[in-house]
């Protein structure tokens, strides 16, 4: 869980004075406590979390670019979490915060981000979030108190349903097959959802008469 950064330093004039600017090349090592925090961008490319630093590392060319920035990193908040967008454009990064958790998405190629946040919730943290198959669609899981779910159509910033079953979530993610459908699952908890008319409609797979009694661990 420990990580350094190599910082490079560049003479720029400013006001017919000098002063010295010192930017993050390479990142070593990778935060742990982290869902998904390896994520495979192509053969040779990985996504990966170096403290509050979100890098993109080619392993071909052993170069290292960044997403999130060392200079940036101060005023973000912890990383719990990473996805991934299937069309590999997109990547979902969630935050704890101070008094509200959120979601940041950025495009690879050109480093822009866009912010999501969703109102009267008094989690602090997003744990999980996954993509939907045509990438349009993002579904995160929230901790205590809400433990909600929610749903955005991101690229406008949209919550489209929001759901709190009440019941710790650690891991949702996407029928890869129907982008309405996508499952979320915690340590006694496991369910199925559906967006239909501006709600989300959760049931609860049929695992047999001793399904009170199991205990989950991760799903796909």
């Not at 340590?187 to 967006?195: D, E, Q």
């Amino acid at each position: 869980g420990v990580q350094t950064c190599a910082l490079r330093s560049e003479q720029r004039m400013a006001e017919g004075s000098q002063r010295g600017i010192a930017s993050v090349v390479h990142g070593f090592g990778v935060t742990a406590a982290v869902q998904s925090n390896v994520l495979c961008l192509d053969d040779t490319s990985i996504v990966l979390p170096v403290g509050r630093s979100i890098a993109v590392y080619n392993s071909e060319f052993r170069n290292m670019s960044f997403l999130v920035g060392q200079g940036e990193s101060d005023e973000r908040h912890a990383i719990t979490a990473m996805a991934l967008a299937p069309s590999k454009k997109y990547a979902a990064v969630c935050e704890r915060g101070e008094s509200s958790g959120q979601v940041s998405v950025f495009h690879i190629s050109q480093r822009r981000s866009k912010t999501l946040t969703c109102a009267d919730l008094q989690s602090t943290e997003f744990v999980s979030a996954a993509f939907s198959a045509d990438s349009k669609l993002l579904a995160a899981v929230g901790g205590a108190p809400d433990f909600a779910v929610v749903l955005w159509l991101w690229d406008k910033n949209r919550v489209l349903a929001v759901n709190k079953p009440g019941v710790s979530a650690t891991r949702v993610t996407f029928n890869p097959g129907d982008i309405g459908t996508f499952a979320t699952s915690g340590p006694k908890f496991l369910k199925l959802w559906r967006h239909a008319d501006g709600q989300l409609k959760g049931w609860s797979p049929s695992l047999g008469k001793h399904r009170e009694h199991q205990v989950y661990t991760d799903h796909c």
